[in-house]
Structures are given as structure tokens and as C-alpha cells.
């Protein structure tokens, strides 16, 4: 085994090897540059075209486009109809906003921790986090893979909690044969680079139920109420926020969700690439795909098995050289969310609006405990965890992957080597 590339020794991956996301070829130009020279480029008919594509696609009846997942997020708690200084779960692990759009519509959010081996809220514990208060759930399939729904649905079912589902990262994750987006009340999608599916920025609110869509759209647009094909009546039937996208973003996004499929399927080729060289790689502890579940491995998970490693210092440390012995050579990873949920400042000081709102509504704060202990598998997770996202992607195929796979056991095989002090120096 020849020495790390972090040491001097010889890199696995060159640097312009892997390809970068999203490929952009003559339909895209087309469609954005029709766009961009027609009449109308605010709403208009690339808009209505891509919620009807991703409406057909994903097995929605209605579909909104808005300018970020999370305004789809909190235009899902509004439409489902979260009010002032109720409840919502959320799990104790994931991006910033599946937990801030609770507080965007003044509601509390309350974390469950997770399940270590999916990464996703242990539904197991979703019970015992239910307050008087809560009112919904918001269930984020993280990373690609979905949630257990027969599981989350029957507690939600048994309690009368509203679903909203965070299908961020997870266009085209299946469980028992369903896409996700299509088991909650609500869902949203987001489409900023990052994504599977993308268009730069962009996101989409989807749901089955037709209030819940009036709710949502009068909150995606000032209040009002007219569809956008209608003349307006410029009035705030409710509080609305400006949600809404632009043809040019909406003509990108037409051209990707085209390609999708052919994506999807090499994201998923490259997975399973990976899930067949990586099995008994020391001290690496690899992703899971449960039976009845599909990933779109969005992100492949990569985590250190302390234990394995033989490693009994700062693991958050340990965790960062690995991450940058695997970058040197040539395999993209990061730590990603670098702190659970409950720990970011937003919730340890309440300070989200300022004079401690919305937790200082009357009642609200009752049964809210935001003391990072409570999270012990999240915060687990969290500092064994290495992000691998874009480098699996089209047009990177399998000899990428392989290789890949080739340079996570070479750092792997070469663990004891790992010095944080030279490394991180
Ligand atoms: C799990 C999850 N939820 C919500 C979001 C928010 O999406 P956006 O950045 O489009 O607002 C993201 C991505 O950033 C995400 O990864």
C-alpha cells in the first residue's frame, strides 16, 4: 500500500478526474435561453410547465414552484395549518431549516433524536417527544433515504399530528415502492445546486390535498388567493411572503427534472458500486438501505468506527484528518452540519425574533428541552460523519466510483497513520 497523498504520497484521483454537477448541454440553453427572451419573465409558462412535470413525475396532484426548499417547507406547515406557538417534531439531525421553518411560522420546534444506523428520526422515540401542543411532524428523509411511513404514519395517525415531509435531499427515494413526497400532507423539494435534481436555487411544494394547496399558495404569493394565470386582485386574504421563482430558473429546472431518470440511475449504480467494494473496509461503518427502502444516495455516508480505528482521543478531530487525508487524495468528502440541531445558538439562546419569540407565547415553551445530552445518537452520528455528495454523480460513472472506492481504503487500510496533529497543523 503506497503512502497517504496527505504524507507526499501518490494522489488516487486526479484533480480534473471527477466531473462537475450539474451537466449542462444544449437543452438546458434552449429551453433557459426561450425563457430568458420571452415576454413574460416572472410567472408564466415555464412555471406552470414544471409543476405540472414534477406533479406527473413525483405522483403529486398539485405542485407549487418557489425560490428555495425551505420556502416550500414552511409553505407546508402553513398549509397544513401549524399555527403560533404550536409544536412541531423534528428530527435532532439535518440542515438548519427543516427545524428553522418551524419558527419561520412562529411554531416550536422539538427534536427527536435519531436512529444511528439510518441517520433518520428514530420513530421508535417519536412518542414520547409528543406534547399537548403538538401539532405536526415535520419528517425529513435525510440524505436520500426515506423515513419508515408505515412506522411515522401510525403515530402520526394515532395522535392527529399533520405530516409534513423535508424530501430536500431525497428526489426519487422510495419506501415499499412510493415515492417520498407523496406520504405526508405536505412536502417539499429543494432544487439549489447541491441537489440531485437542480436548477442554481429553486424548490417545490407538493401535496394531494387540495385546501392544503389553496393554504400554501396563499403564502407562496402576498396573501393572495387568484391563481397567477388570473388577473389579480392585489389583496392580502392572509400573511403571504414573496415564494415565488422565475421562468428562467423554471426552464433550467424543466431541462434537469428531464434528465432525471438517467441521473437517478447512474446515482444509483454508483451506490451500489460502492456498496459492493467498501463491505470490510477497517473501521469504516457503511450506509444502510433497509429492505422496502430505495436510496438515491444523494450523499453516501461515510462514518468512523472509533472502536475499529483504535482511536480514543477528540473524535470530531480524528473525524476532520480522515476528511482531509480522503481530499488529498482526490476523494471529495466534508463534515457537512458540524452540530446537531438543538445545539445551534438559534435554539440554545431563543433568539429567534428577539424578547425570546415565538417561545414566549403564552404556554409555548412548556415541555421544550433543548439540552444537547437528550440527543446522545445524533450527536454520535455527528462527529463520526463524512459527507460524500457531488463526486458520484453524472457524468461520473463507475470507473469514478471505483476509484473512489479505491481511495477511501487506502485511508481507511492506513488508519493508524491518521496523525490529527500533523495533519490539522
Ligand atoms: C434536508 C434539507 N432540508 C431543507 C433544505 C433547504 O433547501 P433550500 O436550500 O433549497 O432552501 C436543505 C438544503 O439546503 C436540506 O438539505
Not at 429546472?253 to 477497517?282: C, H, I, V
Request: charged share 20%; aromatic share 10%.
Amino acid at each position: 500500500m503506497s503512502e497517504l497523498a496527505i504524507y507526499g504520497g501518490p494522489l488516487t484521483i486526479q484533480p480534473d478526474e471527477i466531473k462537475p454537477w450539474p451537466t449542462v448541454d444544449e437543452e438546458d440553453d434552449r429551453l433557459v435561453l426561450e425563457a430568458l427572451h420571452a415576454e413574460k419573465q416572472a410567472y408564466g409558462p415555464q412555471n406552470q410547465a414544471v409543476q405540472d412535470e414534477f406533479a406527473a413525475w413525483n405522483g403529486n396532484s398539485h405542485a407549487i414552484f418557489t425560490n428555495s426548499g425551505t420556502a416550500a417547507l414552511h409553505m407546508g406547515l402553513a398549509g397544513c395549518g401549524v399555527g403560533a406557538g404550536d409544536h412541531v417534531l423534528v428530527t435532532a439531525y439535518s440542515w438548519s431549516s427543516s427545524a428553522t421553518c418551524i419558527l419561520h411560522h412562529n411554531a416550536i420546534p422539538i427534536f427527536v433524536d435519531i436512529d444511528f444506523d439510518t441517520i433518520n428520526m428514530d420513530t421508535a422515540k417519536i412518542e414520547a417527544a409528543i406534547t399537548p401542543r403538538t401539532k405536526a411532524i415535520v419528517a425529513v428523509n435525510l440524505h436520500g433515504l426515506c423515513l419508515n411511513f408505515d412506522e411515522l404514519l401510525a403515530v402520526a395517525r394515532k395522535h392527529n399530528l399533520k405530516v409534513v415531509e423535508d424530501c430536500c435531499q431525497a428526489h426519487g427515494a422510495q419506501f415499499n415502492g412510493r415515492n417520498c413526497g407523496t406520504f405526508g400532507d405536505a412536502a417539499a423539494f429543494s432544487f439549489n445546486q447541491n441537489k440531485c435534481m437542480c436548477s442554481g436555487e429553486g424548490g417545490m411544494f407538493v401535496t394531494n390535498d387540495e385546501e392544503v394547496a389553496a393554504n400554501a399558495a396563499k403564502l407562496w404569493s402576498f396573501g393572495e388567493t387568484r391563481q397567477p394565470q388570473q388577473s389579480r386582485d392585489y389583496h392580502a386574504y392572509a400573511l403571504g411572503w414573496m415564494y415565488r421563482n422565475n421562468e428562467i430558473t423554471a426552464a433550467f429546472a424543466r431541462a434537469q427534472l428531464a434528465k432525471y431518470p438517467g441521473n437517478f440511475a447512474m446515482l444509483r449504480a454508483n451506490g451500489e458500486l460502492l456498496n459492493e467494494l467498501l463491505p470490510g473496509t477497517r473501521a469504516l461503518i457503511m450506509p444502510t438501505e433497509p429492505a422496502g427502502h430505495l436510496h438515491n444516495w444523494y450523499n453516501y455516508n461515510l462514518r468512523i468506527d472509533f472502536e475499529a480505528a483504535d482511536w480514543t482521543g477528540d473524535r470530531a478531530r480524528f473525524r476532520d484528518a480522515v476528511a482531509k487525508a480522503l481530499n488529498a487524495e482526490g476523494v471529495p468528502v466534508s463534515a457537512w452540519q458540524q452540530f446537531i440541531l438543538p445545539e445551534m445558538t438559534v435554539f440554545q439562546a431563543k433568539n429567534a425574533y428577539g424578547g425570546g419569540f415565538p417561545w414566549s407565547i403564552p404556554g409555548a415553551d412548556e415541555g421544550v428541552n433543548y439540552d444537547p445530552a437528550q440527543f446522545p445518537v445524533a450527536q454520535r452520528h455527528c462527529e463520526s460523519y463524512m459527507a460524500l455528495v457531488m463526486a458520484l454523480r453524472a457524468p461520473n460513472g463507475l470507473d469514478i466510483a471505483e476509484k473512489i472506492a479505491t481511495g477511501i481504503r487506502k485511508v481507511f487500510d492506513n488508519i493508524d497513520e491518521i496523525d490529527p496533529d500533523r495533519i490539522l497543523a
